[in-house]
T-cell receptor, first 113, second 112 residues
Framework: NAGVTQTPKFQVLKTGQSMTLQCAQDMNHNSMYWYRQDPGMGLRLIYYSASEGTTDKGEVPNGYNVSRLNKREFSLRLESAAPSQTSVYFC????????????FGPGTRLLVL | SQQGEEDPQALSIQEGENATMNCSYKTSINNLQWYRQNSGRGLVHLILIRSNEREKHSGRLRVTLDTSKKSSSLLITASRAADTASYFCATARNTGGFKTIFGAGTRLFVKA
């Protein structure tokens, strides 16, 4: 099991460029999440998908869109990147049954110039 | 706004000492979790304590929960250099709910 994988590991964008961050999990989890982590602020929820076919806004959704492509994959898109979106992005997944533990990917470091 | 707030923000101790981190939260919760994050890595789940539990142990970890004070503590006994990491508390408000709110974390440095 690879767990939760994210691509790319690191990306540099210019202001106004677009990109998609990819996330996949092989644990047959129902729920998937996108967070951003900024220094001294912990993790903030951007979007989540409780189950395949559904997505909902989190705490900081502005400037982002998501797609739950299938049960395994949950992508995050920046349509027009801004310097304020410079951050480390984490994807996580969780099963619906019983445990509320989230399993995290290794993160994508994004720098917007 | 952050639901959980950890205290202290940073902690430096010698190997073999105990490390205590505290977490306070604002609203009623269903459970509280602690996660560890090594530098440059994703978060790893350590332990979950439910709102009807007061104390839980896992190896060298001891977690307490005081719902009347809306606070929790994480104790790491006999710390090791490998325990150097950031520790986050996370709260979930509703049974079966999907949102977990993370605090800003405590950075622990264990000196060998």
């Amino acid at each position: 099991n690879a767990g939760v994988t994210q691509t790319p590991k690191f990306q540099v964008l210019k202001t106004g460029q677009s990109m998609t961050l990819q996330c996949a999990q092989d644990m047959n989890h129902n729920s998937m999440y996108w967070y951003r982590q900024d220094p001294g602020m912990g993790l903030r929820l951007i979007y989540y998908s409780a189950s395949e076919g559904t997505t909902d806004k989190g705490e900081v959704p502005n400037g982002y869109n998501v797609s739950r492509l299938n049960k395994r994959e949950f992508s995050l898109r920046l349509e027009s990147a801004a310097p304020s979106q410079t951050s480390v992005y984490f994807c996580a997944s969780r099963t619906l049954q019983g445990s509320e533990t989230q399993y995290f990917g290794p993160g994508t470091r994004l720098l917007v110039l | 706004s952050q639901q959980g707030e950890e205290d202290p923000q940073a902690l430096s101790i010698q190997e073999g000492e105990n490390a205590t981190m505290n977490c306070s939260y604002k609203t009623s919760i269903n459970n509280l979790q602690w996660y560890r994050q090594n530098s440059g890595r994703g978060l790893v789940h350590l332990i979950l304590i439910r709102s009807n539990e007061r104390e839980k142990h896992s190896g060298r970890l001891r977690v307490t929960l005081d719902t009347s004070k809306k606070s929790s503590s994480l104790l790491i006994t006999a710390s090791r250099a490998a325990d150097t990491a950031s520790y986050f508390c996370a709260t979930a408000r509703n049974t079966g709910g999907f949102k977990t709110i993370f605090g800003a974390g405590t950075r622990l440095f264990v000196k060998a």
